[in-house]
Structures are given as structure tokens and as C-alpha cells.
């Protein structure tokens, strides 16, 4: 098995298998010569430093500048950040190193390091360490500590010092790369090299040590247009990559990635596999020659430097390489290390969204850098796929079990079948190990996707087979994502590029028409597949439970979908990628691209009861019911609701203000009433007011408007109803509250006058108080204008001397006599307010001008007053009335007409109204007896 597997793996480098690699520009940014790069290790940050003597802050999320720094007229050839004190350090060429606090861009420190151009400089990644080399052929080591004294210098190189770095693996040694065409590795502390690598032609430009792995491995590029990998242990070359046509300027090795990266003065970006040293990507972007290369650890992005400016890419597939069985035991990759997670102990305590701490255990190295990572079905294996390959391992120990080429590998429904995808134009089945059979599909093999059917995707179409017979069952127009089945078989989600798509899956149709030996379309069979949901959402990965179905979408929500119902479980601060669910848990398991786990709270009784729903088992349902917790009940009350079940989800929600607004669409105005009284809250006063006078049911509008405190509303129920008991209380409380407008309303319609000039004085609207009482109450006027001029001087004496009062001026106001009289006589003869049925005959007695009115009055005033002075006294000649009498009077009560109100115009002729004979017998105080409320007015 040993030797097969050696000779697959050399078969490997014969087929060149290409490393599935996505790559991604975060960032492109033109600019002047870009020679140093580096990212922020927390922050989407990236720092290039340009031959113009500027430094500038990206940010590659956002695609912004969020800083500049202006160092000088002279070329900076290095800029690194210090995160742990906020800083920037620069050297360029004025010989000068210079530090800035990024945050406030203020200079922290600045001095001379070396006697000529300064190349590189190197922060230790725990100590206040600074090494920095330059043309002087120097390198030299600075302690922020001590001031930025210069601690130690190392001398040995002949030529230019082009690039210094620290060893990963152990931090108190570095490398530096000279033009003397040598590597020399050195320990802090000593002045002399450890050892010298000696094997490039020309001048080493770049170095890089080796991070994953065991590997003691060492990188340099050189003017000699090449790529040599370095065993530092043994002193040896182990490796030289040709490719470049011009000097390769820059080199490292990608953290988290199996590859070699490479810059050069061609113009290009190549990637090289770390393990087979083989090319598998050469980039160029058209920006001149490459000066730089800048990673950020725990990530996959990179940094590149140009001529005419910069890029970022991202490298790698985003999704981890992690797999969760059914019970629980997960399986990560770190690099080419494998290692199995325990999640779901009893002594577990997990909250939604943090980060699980869980003990690794080392399973060991797989012979692949996988990819992917994925359990079978029933958990007992796990396949490993990446570099063109894939390893069948036991999840329990992992122990080789098969091998061989694929581009991508899928698990059936049975845990014994499977099937890769070798090419294009090439797809094998096995089964038990075995190769079964293959198959090389009409429109060709982009992908493939397992499940219950073998799902092949073509250009544009998802072609579904049968995994027994490999017959065709149906061919969809869709440029598929992903295919995610059910457990059951009977759901699939179709995941496309800007939405999904559920279709239930008819097995016995299939069978049938495949059993019967009917010839099958060019698409397959029609029954097979009935459209159950479509939802526009990007799905990055899902999962089913029971009929649900949980997905993570682009905008990073935790969602699930059941019944035509979108329901988000969690916002998700970062990329997550589902790995299961576990019953035993209720919760469902996350992982993200730096293989941590977080979970998140899902009762799989909620689930059952929406699938039960769904189904139409509401008998089923309802035992299920008895297993929600009761801070559950809430979600599954409003699923109900928009399966239209809302009397249900009446009884089963324990949002108040969700049964309130439940109760308010059924009609239940009881059981709204009784849950505003428990919140107390003013607003479901008011629309339970409000559908309470809608159903006609005042009584408890009224109580609604009382508890909500909705004035305006009482006033228009009062005033609607004839209430003028309830609007003079209303009034009054109105008042006493300081809501003046709506007191003053109910007391001007209730002819309350006296009390409307007394609102308009209380809230400092004299002018508006004097006019009132001029035109209805004259005998407050010299009152509220006294008021009103001594408020006025304050502020504008000469206006206020300009104010005339009857009092101060009776021959301004010669008419006021005959309206004081008028007011004496409606307060003493109109104390009865009017009925309702009285209206009309009023109306009829308005149609006669008021002038004739006035001297009708006035005659029948003096005729009695005549009667009366004849019973007490002797008759005496009569003395014949001023000749402007009538005149000014009219005059005068013109003034007060009110058209509306209790006024001289309105009552003082009702008992002259031409009404019929028995009705004008009737007294006024019996002309309510038509009424249900003796209290209620017009």
C-alpha cells in the first residue's frame, strides 16, 4: 500500500493536479513606488511606504485612506507596525529612523542609525527590539526601553544589508540577506553569525523563515533570478524554484496556506506549493516590478508592492477545514495537522456566540495539505481532499482506509458509496472502497454535489442522477452552489448564486418511472422534484433538522427556514461555517477560518412543532407542545400566526405585546383590555381605544381614552355624544394638567365664557383674552387690558400706552354701555343651557336679520318693564327714547353675535320662535324630557 502510495503521489506531479486555490483583490491602490509593505496584525490595515517619502494607511475593507504620514523628501525603504504601543516605525534614506503614534500621528522619537541608506527593519514579536540594517553593511539593534540606545551591532556582511528576520520558531535568532550573495544566521547576543548559506550567483534581496510545520526551512530570492529553499538545520539547499525572468526582489512563506510567494522585477507574483514546489499560480496585475510582500499571520491575506502601487489579494478558500459528526467530535486541519475537538460535554458551558474552549487532541499529519474536511454519513470515516487528492482516514484514529486523485470528493446518503470528480469530463462512483463505475457527463463536470442523488454541475445546469443505476432523474437550469438534502430525502435546498430553492423529492415517482422501463427525457423525469420555497438570500453553508432548514447568509446572519418562514437565530460578528446540530445540546456548532467553535441556542422541539405544523399533524403538534420552554413559545407563536393559525398562536404566546396586537386582529377586545391593564402602557390604551369605537363599544373607548390619556380623543367622544357633564370635568382635569387648548375648547362649548377668558389670562395670551372678552364678555375687558398693559410695558411701553380701556377712555367705547346691559340680561334671564331639538327652531329664527331681532327685543324689554312700574306705581307720561338708542344697541350686539354659542343673537328670542301652539306652552325645562340623558346638549 506504501509503494501504491508513493506511486500515486508521483502520478500526482505528473497529471499536475492544480491546488485549489481562490484568489481575491481586497485592495488596489495606484500610487507612486511602493518598497515596504505590511499589514496590521488586528486591524484591516495595510502600510505602504513610498519612494516619495510618504507612508500611507489603508483600509482594505473599506478601501479608504485613514492616514498619511509625511516623512520626508527622500525614498522610506521600510515601515513596520508595533501594535503593542500604537506605533509606526519608519527608515529611510536620510539615514534617520523615525517613530509615530498611529492613533494621534504624533512623532514619538526620531534618530540617526546608520551612515548610509537604511534597508529594513525587523520588530522582535515579544521584546522592545528594533534591528535595522543598511547600505552601511551594519546591522544594529535598538531597546525602546533604553531610550532607542543601540544595544549591540553586528557586522560580517561585505556588501548591502537588504533584509533582516526574525525566526518564528525561535525568536533569539534572525537571518539577514546581503548583496554578497550570503545568507548569515545570527543569535542575539553575539556578534558572530552562527552560520553562513552560500549559493546564489548574485546579491540575496529577500528571506523568509519557514512557520508551519516541523520543517526547518529558510527561503531567499536573489538577482540570480532565483528561489532557493534552505534547510537551516542541515545547511543545505533543499529546493530551487526557476520561473522569474528578472531579480526576484521578495519571498516568504504564506502562514496559513501551503505555499511560496515570490515578487519580482518582471512584473509578476508567482505561488509556489510549499510541498512540491511546483508552480500553481502566476500572477500579474500590470503595475511594473514588484518590490515587496507583506502576510498577516491567522489570515490569508497578502500584501504586494509595485511600481505604480499596491494590491492586497486574499488567498485560499475562506472555509476552514473542519467536520462535526453526529455526536459530537470535531475535525480540524492546522496546516497539514490534524486534530479532533470534543464538543456537547456535559461539563460544558456554553453561551451563544462565545468562543468554546476546547482540549485538542493530535490525531496526526495528513500526507495532503487538505482542503476539505468531511465526516460520512454515519460518522465512522472522514475524507480528507485537497492538492488533487484525497485520503479516506477513520475518524477514531485516523487510519488510512483509501486514496486517491480528485478535484473534489462528496459522500452519498450511504455511508459506503461515493464519488469523485477526477477532471472536467471525469467522474468515478465507489462503493465499499471499490470503483464502481464512471461517468463522463453530457455537459461536463464543474462540480458535484452528494447526498440522496449524485448532483453534477455543468455550465448552467445541476444534473441529478441516481446513484444505483447513474439513470438521470432530472436536469434543473440553475448555476448551483451547493445541493444540501435533507436526512430523510425528502427536501433539498438548491443553493444558487443570489438565492435558494426548496424542492421536495418524490422517491416513489422516481421508482416507478424508473422500475417501468419508460424511456426518460433529455431533463429527466418532471415529477421528480415540486417547487416547495424560494427565498432571495445568499447562502454561504446550511444544514437540515427535521424540515428546517439553517443557513448562514452573505450579511453573516444565522437564519432558518421552515414553511415559508425566515427566522434569524443570531447576528454573526464574523464569517461562520455551520458544522451540525446536536440534539442532546439544543444548540447548533459554528467553526470560522481560525478553527474556533462558538454555538448558538436552538430547541429541536421548536423545530419538530413547525415541522409537525407544516405537515398538517397539528394532533402532533400539540403533544410536541408540552416539550417548548416557555421563552420558546414566543417564536412559535408568531410562526403560527404567519401560517395563519392565530387563535393558536393567541393561546401559546407569552409576549404580551404580541398577544396584544393577536388579540386586537381577532376581534378579542376583552382579552386586550385585560393586557393593557397588566402592561400599563398608555399606547395600547389608545389603540384599543381606537378599535374599540370602530366595533361601536364607547363604554370601553371612553375607559381606553381615560387610561391612555388621550384628550383629544375624550373631547371628540364628549362632544360627539353630548356628554356636557364628561366635558366640563374634562375640562377641568385638561386645566389642572396644563393642556390649555383642550380645556379652553370644552369650555367655549359648553358657553362657558367667563372660564375661556380665564384660560387665555392663566397662559399669558392676554391680547387674545382682551379681544375675547371685547367681543363676548365686555364687562371683563377693562380687566384683562389693565393686564395686558402692565405685561406690555415691561417690554414696549409707548405700545402699551397706546392701549385704551373703557375704563380709562369710556368715550372710545360708546356702545359698551348697551352690551354690559346685554350681558346682565343673558346671564339672569338664559341660565337653562338649550336642548338638542331646539336647533331647528333656532335656525329658522336666525333667518331674520338681526336688526329687526334687536328691535323686537327692545320693545317687548320696555313693555315689560312698563307693566311692572304700573302694579307698583301711578303710570306716568312717557318720556320718548334717546333717537340713537335702538340703533346703538343693535350696533352692540352685533359685536357679540357668536353663531353658535349661548349668546344675545342665539337665545335671547326663543320664546317668540312661531312654534306650534302646545309645544310654546310647554316650559323649557320639560324640553328635555325627549332625551335619554336630561344632561345631554347640543
Known sequence: RQRERERVTNGRHLCGMPLRLDIKRQLTARSDRVKCTDLHPTEPWVMFALYNGRVHVWNYES???????????????SAKFIPRKNWVITGSDDMVVRVFNYNTLEKVHSFEAHTDYIRCLAVHPTQPI???????????????????????????????????????????????????????????????????????????????????????????????????????????????????????????????????????????????????????????????????????????????????????????????????????????????????????????SAKDGETLSLPLKELGSCEIYPQTISHSPNGRFAVACGDGEYIIYTALNLRNKA????????????????AVRESSSSIKIFRNFKERKAIKPEFGAEGIFGGHLLGVRGANTLSLYDWETIKLVRRIDIDARNVIWAENGTLVAVIGPESFFILKFSKEKVKAVLDSGAAVEDDGIE????????????????????????????????????????????????????????EATNRVYLGDKDLSVVSYTLQLAVLQYQTAVMRGDLEAADKIMARIPGDQRARVAHFLEKQGFKEQALVVSTDPDHRFELALQLSRLDVAR??????????????????????????????????????????????????????????????????????????????????????????????????????????????????????????????????ASPAEYPNLFPEMGFGLKAEEYLKAHNPVKLPGHAYVPMCERRKIPLPERMREWLARQDQDQDQDDAEEVEPEPEQAPAPDATEGLVQATRSLDLGGVTTVDDDLDLDDEPVDPAAAAEPISDLDDDLDDPKDVS
Request: net charge negative; hydrophobic share 40%.
Open 527 to 582: 415529477e421528480a422534484f415540486e417547487v416547495a420555497g424560494e427565498l432571495t438570500e445568499v447562502v454561504k453553508t446550511g444544514l437540515w433538522v427535521e424540515d428546517c432548514f439553517i443557513f448562514v447568509n452573505g450579511a453573516n446572519r444565522l437564519n432558518y427556514y421552515v414553511g415559508g418562514e425566515l427566522v434569524t437565530i443570531a447576528h454573526l460578528d464574523r464569517p461562520m461555517y455551520l458544522l451540525g446540530f446536536l
Open 63 to 77: 478601501n479608504t485612506t485613514i492616514k498619511t504620514f509625511e516623512i520626508v523628501d527622500m525614498p522610506v525603504r
Open 130 to 348: 528594533v534591528l535595522s540594517c543598511g547600505d552601511d553593511m551594519l546591522i544594529k539593534m535598538w531597546d525602546w526601553d533604553k531610550k532607542w540606545q543601540c544595544v549591540q551591532t553586528f557586522e560580517g556582511h561585505t556588501h548591502y544589508v537588504m533584509q533582516l528576520m526574525f525566526n518564528p520558531k525561535d525568536t533569539n535568532t534572525f537571518a539577514s540577506a546581503s548583496l554578497d550573495r550570503t545568507i548569515k544566521v545570527w543569535q542575539l547576543g553575539s556578534n558572530v553569525p552562527n552560520f553562513t548559506l552560500a549559493g546564489h550567483e548574485k546579491g540575496v534581496n529577500a528571506i523568509d523563515f519557514f512557520q508551519g510545520g516541523d520543517k526547518p526551512y529558510l527561503i531567499s530570492g536573489a538577482d540570480d533570478k532565483l528561489i532557493k529553499v534552505w534547510d537551516y538545520q542541515n545547511k543545505s539547499c533543499v529546493q530551487t524554484l526557476e520561473g522569474h525572468t528578472h531579480n526576484v526582489t521578495a519571498v516568504c512563506f504564506h502562514p496559513e496556506l501551503p505555499l511560496i510567494i515570490s515578487g519580482s522585477e518582471d512584473g509578476t507574483v508567482r505561488l509556489w506549493h510549499s510541498t512540491t514546489f511546483r508552480l500553481e499560480h502566476p500572477l500579474n496585475y500590470g503595475f511594473e516590478r514588484a518590490w515587496s510582500l507583506a502576510y498577516k499571520r491567522g489570515s490569508n491575506d497578502i500584501a504586494v508592492g509595485f511600481d505604480e502601487g499596491a494590491i492586497v489579494l486574499r488567498l485560499g478558500r475562506d472555509e476552514p477545514a473542519m467536520s462535526m459528526d453526529g455526536s459530537g467530535k470535531v475535525l480540524l486541519a492546522r496546516h497539514n495537522e490534524v486534530q479532533q475537538a470534543i464538543v456537547g460535554r456535559p461539563d460544558e
Open 403 to 418: 486514496f486517491g486523485q480528485a478535484l473534489e470528493f462528496v459522500w452519498s446518503a450511504d455511508s459506503a458509496e461515493y
Open 674 to 803: 385585560d393586557i393593557a391593564a397588566e402592561v400599563g402602557s398608555e399606547l395600547k390604551w389608545k389603540q384599543l381605544g381606537e378599535a374599540a369605537m370602530r366595533r361601536f363599544q364607547f363604554g370601553l373607548a371612553e375607559e381606553c381614552l381615560e387610561q391612555a390619556k388621550d384628550y383629544s380623543g375624550l373631547l371628540m367622544l364628549y362632544s360627539s355624544g353630548g356628554k356636557a357633564d364628561k366635558m366640563r370635568s374634562l375640562a377641568e382635569s385638561t386645566r389642572a394638567a396644563g393642556i390649555n387648548n383642550i380645556s379652553f375648547l370644552c369650555h367655549y362649548l359648553l358657553g362657558d365664557l367667563e372660564d375661556c377668558v380665564d384660560v387665555l389670562a392663566a397662559t399669558d395670551r392676554l391680547p387674545e383674552a382682551a379681544l375675547f372678552a371685547r367681543t363676548y364678555i365686555p364687562s371683563r375687558t377693562p380687566d384683562v387690558v389693565g393686564k395686558w398693559k402692565t405685561q406690555l410695558a415691561k417690554t414696549h411701553a409707548k405700545a402699551a400706552q397706546a392701549l
